[in-house]
C-alpha cells in the first residue's frame, strides 16, 4: 500500500472530514460536500487576492526580504516552544485518564496535526488524525479523542476569556466586535459547563427532549442532543477533569503568551521596530478567534486580513500588518511540511508492524 494512504477506521474518518460533513451519506450528500469545499476555495482565493488591493506590494516585497536567518531561527524555536507547551496540557489531560506518553510523542503527532490542519479541508482534520494515532497506540479512541477534545477546547475557552476580559475593561482595540466577542465567550463557558459539570450536562440534555419532542426542529436538535449522550458516556463525572483545570487553563495562558511572543517576534523580523507588546496581547486573542471561524480552508485570506485589521489597531500599518499574517502563514506551511513527513514515517511504522518482512 502506497505511504499517502492510512488504515481503514483513519481512512473513513478523514473521508468525512475531507468532505467536511460527517452525515452527508448518497451521491447528493457528497456533492453538496464537493461543492460547499469549492465555494470555501473561492471564497479563500478571493479574500486573499482582495487584502492586496490594501497594501503596496512593493513595500510589502520589501518588508519580506528584511527576514534573516537569526529571525527565522527565533520564530522556528517559538514554534517548538509553543507545540511542547500545547503538548503538556495534552499530557495533562491523558494522564486524568490514566495514560502516560512521552511528550516528545505528543509533540510529533501534534505536527502531524498541522499537516491535516493545513492540506485538508476541515480545520479539525489534524485533532482527528492526532487522535487517531494516539487512540492506536493507547488501545483506547474514546481517551485519545476526549484528550484531544479538551486540550483544543481549553485553549478556545482560554482566548475567549482573555478577550472578554479586554472588552469589558474598554481596550480600544476591541471596538467595533465587542458582541462577537460576548458571543463567543458566552459559548465557550456554556461548553464548559457542559463538559465539566455532569448535572448541568444531563440537564440541558433534558430540556432540550422536552422543548423539542414534539417540535417539526427535532430532527435538528438530534445532532446535539447525540453529541449530549456521547459527551456524557465519555466525560461521565468528570471529578478528575475538573482537578486538572487549572493546570489545563494555566498551560493555555502560557501558551497564548507565546502566541503573542511570536507575533512580536515576526513584527520585529519584517523591521516594524515598535509593536505595541500591551496591544499584541489584546489582538491576538481576537485574531486566533476569527481564524477558527471555518469560512476557508485553513483560515486562508481571513486570518491575513485579520492580522491587517487588528495589527493596525496596534499602530502597524497595512502593510505591515499583512506582512505579519504571511510570515506567519509560512512558518505553519512549513511545519505542516515537517508534519507530513513525519506523518510518512508514521504510515511505515504501521506497515511494517502489521506486514513485519514486507
Not at 248 to 262: Q, R
Amino acid at each position: 500500500m502506497p505511504a499517502f494512504f492510512v488504515g481503514g477506521a483513519m481512512k473513513t474518518a478523514l473521508t468525512k472530514i475531507k468532505v467536511g460533513v460527517a452525515a452527508d451519506s448518497g451521491t447528493g450528500g457528497l456533492s453538496r460536500s464537493r461543492f460547499a469545499w469549492s465555494l470555501r476555495v473561492v471564497l479563500a482565493l478571493f479574500f486573499f487576492s482582495l487584502i492586496f488591493l490594501f497594501v503596496d506590494v512593493g513595500e510589502l516585497t520589501a518588508l519580506l526580504l528584511r527576514l534573516d536567518l537569526g529571525s527565522i531561527s527565533v520564530l522556528a524555536l517559538l514554534t517548538v516552544v509553543m507545540i511542547w507547551v500545547s503538548c503538556l496540557k495534552w499530557q495533562v489531560f491523558l494522564r486524568a485518564f490514566g495514560h502516560e506518553v512521552p511528550v516528545l510523542r505528543l509533540m510529533r503527532l501534534y505536527t502531524v496535526g498541522y499537516f491535516f490542519n493545513t492540506f485538508f479541508p476541515s480545520f479539525v482534520g489534524g485533532d482527528v488524525a492526532r487522535s487517531y494515532h494516539l487512540g492506536s497506540g493507547l488501545g483506547s479512541q474514546k481517551d485519545a479523542a476526549v484528550s484531544t477534545f479538551l486540550e483544543r477546547f481549553t485553549g478556545l475557552l482560554a482566548m475567549s476569556m482573555l478577550s472578554l476580559v479586554f472588552v469589558l475593561f474598554g481596550s480600544a482595540e476591541t471596538k467595533g466586535v465587542e458582541l462577537a466577542v460576548w458571543l463567543v465567550a458566552a459559548a465557550s463557558g456554556l461548553l464548559a459547563a457542559i463538559c465539566f459539570i455532569r448535572s448541568f450536562r444531563q440537564w440541558v440534555n433534558y430540556m432540550l427532549e422536552r422543548i423539542f419532542a414534539a417540535s417539526p426542529l427535532n430532527r435538528f436538535v438530534r445532532i446535539p442532543l447525540g453529541f449530549l449522550v456521547k459527551l456524557d458516556s465519555m466525560l461521565g463525572e468528570g471529578r478528575v477533569l475538573r482537578s486538572v483545570f487549572p493546570q489545563a487553563m494555566f498551560l493555555s495562558l502560557l501558551f497564548h503568551f507565546l502566541t503573542v511572543v511570536n507575533t512580536f517576534a515576526a513584527a520585529w523580523a519584517i523591521g516594524w521596530a515598535e509593536p505595541s507588546l500591551s496591544g499584541l496581547f489584546v489582538v491576538v486573542p481576537l485574531i486566533l478567534i476569527v481564524t477558527m471561524v471555518p469560512i476557508t480552508p485553513g483560515g486562508l485570506g481571513v486570518q491575513e486580513g485579520a492580522f491587517l485589521f487588528f495589527l493596525k489597531r496596534c499602530g502597524a500599518t497595512e502593510t505591515q500588518g499583512l506582512g505579519v499574517g504571511l510570515v506567519l502563514r509560512a512558518k505553519v506551511v512549513c511545519v505542516a511540511m515537517v508534519g507530513g513527513l513525519l506523518w510518512l514515517g508514521l504510515q511505515k511504522q504501521v506497515r511494517h508492524e502489521v506486514c513485519p518482512d514486507s
